[in-house]
Protein backbone atom coordinates (compact mmCIF):
# COMPACT_ATOMS: atom_id res chain seq x y z
CA UNK A 1 0.00 0.00 0.00
CA UNK A 2 1.58 3.18 -1.31
CA UNK A 3 1.06 6.65 0.63
CA UNK A 4 -1.47 7.94 -1.57
CA UNK A 5 -3.48 4.91 -0.59
CA UNK A 6 -2.96 5.49 3.05
CA UNK A 7 -3.98 9.18 2.63
CA UNK A 8 -6.91 8.39 0.92
CA UNK A 9 -8.36 5.91 3.22
CA UNK A 10 -7.24 8.05 6.29
CA UNK A 11 -9.59 10.70 3.96
CA UNK A 12 -12.27 8.52 4.05
CA UNK A 13 -12.35 7.59 7.28
CA UNK A 14 -12.24 11.15 8.61
CA UNK A 15 -15.45 12.23 6.42
CA UNK A 16 -17.30 9.30 8.09
CA UNK A 17 -16.71 10.61 11.54
CA UNK A 18 -17.43 14.30 10.61
CA UNK A 19 -21.06 13.26 9.01
CA UNK A 20 -21.80 11.15 11.83
CA UNK A 21 -20.89 14.24 14.52
CA UNK A 22 -23.11 16.20 12.38
CA UNK A 23 -25.75 13.84 11.96
CA UNK A 24 -28.96 16.39 13.68
CA UNK A 25 -30.46 12.33 14.55
CA UNK A 26 -27.53 10.45 15.72
CA UNK A 27 -28.32 7.90 18.46
CA UNK A 28 -25.14 8.48 20.83
CA UNK A 29 -26.23 11.95 21.36
CA UNK A 30 -29.41 13.52 19.59
CA UNK A 31 -30.07 17.16 19.59
CA UNK A 32 -31.76 19.62 21.57
CA UNK A 33 -34.31 20.04 19.83
CA UNK A 34 -35.16 16.49 19.63
CA UNK A 35 -34.90 15.37 23.10
CA UNK A 36 -37.70 18.17 23.58
CA UNK A 37 -40.03 16.60 21.61
CA UNK A 38 -39.47 13.11 22.82
CA UNK A 39 -42.04 10.72 24.29
CA UNK A 40 -42.97 12.08 27.77
CA UNK A 41 -43.18 9.17 30.80
CA UNK A 42 -44.34 9.69 33.93
CA UNK A 43 -40.88 10.37 35.55
CA UNK A 44 -39.94 13.16 33.51
CA UNK A 45 -39.53 16.34 35.69
CA UNK A 46 -40.72 18.71 32.87
CA UNK A 47 -44.24 17.44 33.39
CA UNK A 48 -46.46 16.61 36.12
CA UNK A 49 -47.02 13.24 37.40
CA UNK A 50 -50.48 11.71 35.92
CA UNK A 51 -53.49 12.40 37.72
CA UNK A 52 -53.86 9.81 40.19
CA UNK A 53 -57.87 8.10 40.03
CA UNK A 54 -60.71 8.71 42.21
CA UNK A 55 -60.33 9.04 45.48
CA UNK A 56 -63.12 6.31 46.32
CA UNK A 57 -63.90 3.59 44.07
CA UNK A 58 -67.24 1.78 44.71
CA UNK A 59 -67.02 -2.26 45.25
CA UNK A 60 -69.80 -4.80 46.30
CA UNK A 61 -68.38 -5.85 49.27
CA UNK A 62 -67.21 -2.29 51.03
CA UNK A 63 -65.43 0.79 49.12
CA UNK A 64 -61.71 1.68 48.03
CA UNK A 65 -60.03 4.28 49.03
CA UNK A 66 -56.37 5.18 49.75
CA UNK A 67 -55.57 2.01 47.46
CA UNK A 68 -57.28 -0.02 50.26
CA UNK A 69 -60.91 -2.05 50.68
CA UNK A 70 -62.58 -1.45 53.14
CA UNK A 71 -65.28 -4.22 53.64
CA UNK A 72 -68.82 -4.01 55.39
CA UNK A 73 -68.58 -4.96 58.97
CA UNK A 74 -65.68 -2.52 59.89
CA UNK A 75 -66.19 0.14 62.66
CA UNK A 76 -68.12 3.12 61.68
CA UNK A 77 -65.44 5.29 63.06
CA UNK A 78 -62.65 3.43 60.96
CA UNK A 79 -64.68 3.66 57.36
CA UNK A 80 -66.04 7.48 58.54
CA UNK A 81 -62.33 8.42 58.87
CA UNK A 82 -61.43 6.85 55.62
CA UNK A 83 -64.03 7.92 53.57
CA UNK A 84 -63.77 11.67 55.44
CA UNK A 85 -60.12 11.86 53.98
CA UNK A 86 -61.20 11.38 50.36
CA UNK A 87 -64.36 12.87 49.91
CA UNK A 88 -63.81 15.83 52.95
CA UNK A 89 -66.35 16.38 56.05
CA UNK A 90 -69.42 14.99 56.26
CA UNK A 91 -72.61 17.14 54.85
CA UNK A 92 -74.85 14.85 56.71
CA UNK A 93 -75.56 12.21 59.50
CA UNK A 94 -78.83 10.68 61.00
CA UNK A 95 -80.92 7.63 61.59
CA UNK A 96 -84.06 5.88 60.25
CA UNK A 97 -86.56 3.13 61.93
CA UNK A 98 -88.79 2.58 58.46
CA UNK A 99 -86.09 -0.18 56.87
CA UNK A 100 -86.78 -3.56 56.21
CA UNK A 101 -83.53 -4.24 57.89
CA UNK A 102 -84.30 -2.34 61.34
CA UNK A 103 -82.95 0.70 62.26
CA UNK A 104 -79.89 2.00 60.31
CA UNK A 105 -77.14 4.81 60.69
CA UNK A 106 -76.51 7.31 57.86
CA UNK A 107 -73.71 9.27 56.85
CA UNK A 108 -73.75 11.72 53.84
CA UNK A 109 -70.55 12.67 51.63
CA UNK A 110 -70.34 15.31 48.59
CA UNK A 111 -70.37 13.29 45.25
CA UNK A 112 -73.67 11.82 46.78
CA UNK A 113 -72.21 8.91 48.44
CA UNK A 114 -74.38 7.95 51.53
CA UNK A 115 -72.86 5.13 53.88
CA UNK A 116 -75.02 2.90 56.09
CA UNK A 117 -74.43 1.30 59.44
CA UNK A 118 -76.41 -0.97 61.62
CA UNK A 119 -74.75 -1.73 65.57
CA UNK A 120 -71.57 0.65 64.86
CA UNK A 121 -70.43 -1.31 61.90
CA UNK A 122 -70.35 -0.14 58.09
CA UNK A 123 -73.07 -2.40 56.43
CA UNK A 124 -73.77 -0.58 52.92
CA UNK A 125 -73.33 2.38 50.79
CA UNK A 126 -75.45 4.35 47.91
CA UNK A 127 -74.89 6.55 45.51
CA UNK A 128 -78.17 8.23 43.74
CA UNK A 129 -77.15 11.98 42.79
CA UNK A 130 -77.68 12.79 38.93
CA UNK A 131 -73.79 14.18 38.71
CA UNK A 132 -71.89 11.67 41.05
CA UNK A 133 -68.20 11.21 39.46
CA UNK A 134 -67.65 7.92 41.92
CA UNK A 135 -67.53 4.31 39.84
CA UNK A 136 -67.10 1.02 40.07
CA UNK A 137 -63.28 -0.64 39.35
CA UNK A 138 -65.07 -1.25 36.28
CA UNK A 139 -65.88 2.59 35.35
CA UNK A 140 -69.95 1.95 35.83
CA UNK A 141 -71.73 4.73 37.96
CA UNK A 142 -74.67 7.46 37.55
CA UNK A 143 -74.48 7.78 33.92
CA UNK A 144 -73.37 4.49 32.66
CA UNK A 145 -74.97 3.58 29.94
CA UNK A 146 -76.75 -0.04 30.06
CA UNK A 147 -74.16 -0.94 26.69
CA UNK A 148 -71.23 -0.52 29.12
CA UNK A 149 -73.14 -2.34 32.48
CA UNK A 150 -73.43 -5.28 29.99
CA UNK A 151 -69.74 -5.08 28.63
CA UNK A 152 -68.27 -4.32 32.56
CA UNK A 153 -70.75 -7.45 34.07
CA UNK A 154 -71.86 -10.03 31.71
CA UNK A 155 -73.55 -11.67 34.49
CA UNK A 156 -75.92 -8.44 35.01
CA UNK A 157 -79.25 -9.65 35.51
CA UNK A 158 -82.46 -6.87 34.94
CA UNK A 159 -85.56 -7.13 36.51
CA UNK A 160 -89.10 -4.80 37.25
CA UNK A 161 -89.54 -4.33 41.09
CA UNK A 162 -91.64 -1.56 43.20
CA UNK A 163 -88.49 0.42 42.83
CA UNK A 164 -88.02 0.58 39.22
CA UNK A 165 -86.07 -1.43 36.76
CA UNK A 166 -83.45 -3.28 38.88
CA UNK A 167 -80.41 -4.57 37.86
CA UNK A 168 -78.11 -7.22 40.09
CA UNK A 169 -74.87 -8.30 39.43
CA UNK A 170 -73.39 -10.33 42.40
CA UNK A 171 -73.42 -8.15 45.11
CA UNK A 172 -73.96 -4.68 43.56
CA UNK A 173 -76.97 -3.36 42.76
CA UNK A 174 -78.78 -0.34 40.94
CA UNK A 175 -81.75 1.13 38.79
CA UNK A 176 -81.89 2.28 35.04
CA UNK A 177 -84.33 4.41 33.62
CA UNK A 178 -85.83 2.40 30.96
CA UNK A 179 -85.19 -1.24 29.60
CA UNK A 180 -83.17 -1.65 26.38
CA UNK A 181 -80.10 -0.44 25.07
CA UNK A 182 -80.75 3.10 25.37
CA UNK A 183 -80.74 2.25 29.36
CA UNK A 184 -78.73 4.50 31.88
CA UNK A 185 -77.72 3.66 35.51
CA UNK A 186 -79.89 6.09 37.76
CA UNK A 187 -78.80 4.60 41.28
CA UNK A 188 -76.03 2.38 42.16
CA UNK A 189 -75.49 0.36 45.57
CA UNK A 190 -73.89 -2.40 47.73
CA UNK A 191 -74.60 -4.32 51.09
CA UNK A 192 -77.77 -3.02 53.64
CA UNK A 193 -79.13 0.17 52.34
CA UNK A 194 -82.16 2.11 53.46
CA UNK A 195 -84.84 2.73 50.10
CA UNK A 196 -87.98 3.28 50.23
CA UNK A 197 -90.25 1.95 47.65
Known amino acids: MDGSDVMRRAGLAISFLLAACSSPRSEAAPAAHDRDQAPVTAASPKYPAPRPGPAVILAPDGLVTGGRLLRFGIARAEIERAVGKAQGAALESGSSSECGAGTVDFTRYRDELQ ?36 AAYPDVIVDDSSLGLLFSTGDLVGLLDQDGIEGIVTDIWAGTVCLVD
Do not use: E
Open 115 to 150: LTFQNGKFAGWTINGAASPLKTAKDIGIGSPRQSLD
